[in-house]
Structures are given as structure tokens and as C-alpha cells.
């Protein structure tokens, strides 16, 4: 799913420009505190032999105010893969985007072109990022249910 991009516009200057970050075609967005997250971020970081990606973990400071238009909640619910020009994916159609930029993804990203894939990877996504805290993560993610830290964020804590 792709989500719409909002700009704001105060006295003539955009306020919702996209952050080039460190110059990167592409900014990644993953929940570090899940382990299975992290894990795959790293892998993210060894395929990237181009450095088209700056792989950011959802709680490193001024990630929400750098792209304003993601809701906080998003950042809990899936991963979210912004382009230079704002344009933003988010779950299944992240990874999807993932596998046509890396070179190594290029390899299987024709999977998504299969009739049905992409509904299937959607709702695999949607248990997934459900269970995260669960799979593989142990005792401390499961104590720290997604809930938890965006509802502050979401009150504007």
C-alpha cells in the first residue's frame, strides 16, 4: 500500500519536505526494539552494495519529525520505506519496493508479479507484524507491546 503523501506550505516554503538523510535514494523505517526487526535491518544494511538505503530504527530521535505525514501508529504497525520525494510504502508493498531497488532482491522481487502474491504477502505481513514480539524475541519484546510506546506518541507526550 502506498500512502499519500501531505504537504504543508507556510509563508511560500514547503514544511514537509522530505530529509535526503544522508543523501540515500531511499529511508527505511523498522521497529528497534524487535530483534527479528533488527536482525532483518542488518541484512537490509548487506545488501545494499549500492547505498541506496538509510535503514533508521522507528525510535531514533526525529524520525516522526522528519516525515510528518506517517502517523505514529504506522511506525508500530509496519515497516516504512520513504523515497527522496516523499513518496512512501508501508508493509508488504515496503518490501515489495525493497526487492526491485536492492541488486540481491532483483532475484526474487518477480514473485510479486504472480497473481494472488501480493494478497498473500499482505495478510502474511499483517500476522507477522502482529507477532513480531513473539517470534524469536524472548521475554523482553513481549513485554513491550507496540500499544504501549505509540499511544504516548500518539497524545503528543
Not at 19 to 24: D, I, Q, V
Not at 85 to 91: C, E, H, L, Q
Not at 100 to 124: E, M, N, Q, Y
Request: with cysteine; proline share 6%; aromatic share 10%.
Amino acid at each position: 500500500m502506498t500512502v499519500p503523501v501531505v504537504r504543508f506550505t507556510v509563508a511560500g516554503r514547503d514544511t514537509s519536505a522530505p530529509s535526503r538523510g544522508l543523501g540515500r535514494a531511499y529511508t527505511v523505517v523498522f521497529d528497534g526494539d524487535c530483534k527479528v526487526c533488527t536482525r532483518l535491518s542488518k541484512v537490509l544494511r548487506n545488501w545494499d552494495g549500492g547505498r541506496e538505503l538509510e535503514v533508521v530504527s522507528s525510535q531514533q530521535p526525529g524520525v516522526m519529525a522528519r516525515f510528518p505525514w506517517i502517523p505514529a501508529r504506522a511506525y508500530a504497525d509496519a515497516l516504512q520505506m520513504i523515497a527522496a520525494d516523499g513518496t512512501t510504502w508501508s508493509g508488504a508493498a515496503a518490501i515489495e519496493q525493497l526487492l526491485t531497488v536492492l541488486p540481491r532482491g532483483r532475484l526474487i522481487s518477480w514473485v510479486f508479479k504472480v497473481p494472488f502474491v501480493r494478497t498473500l504477502a499482505d495478510r502474511f505481513y499483517r500476522w507477522f507484524a502482529r507477532n513480531r514480539y513473539r517470534l524469536g524475541c524472548g521475554s523482553h519484546c513481549q513485554s513491550r507491546p507496540p500499544d504501549v510506546m505509540w499511544a504516548e506518541a500518539e497524545r503528543g507526550a
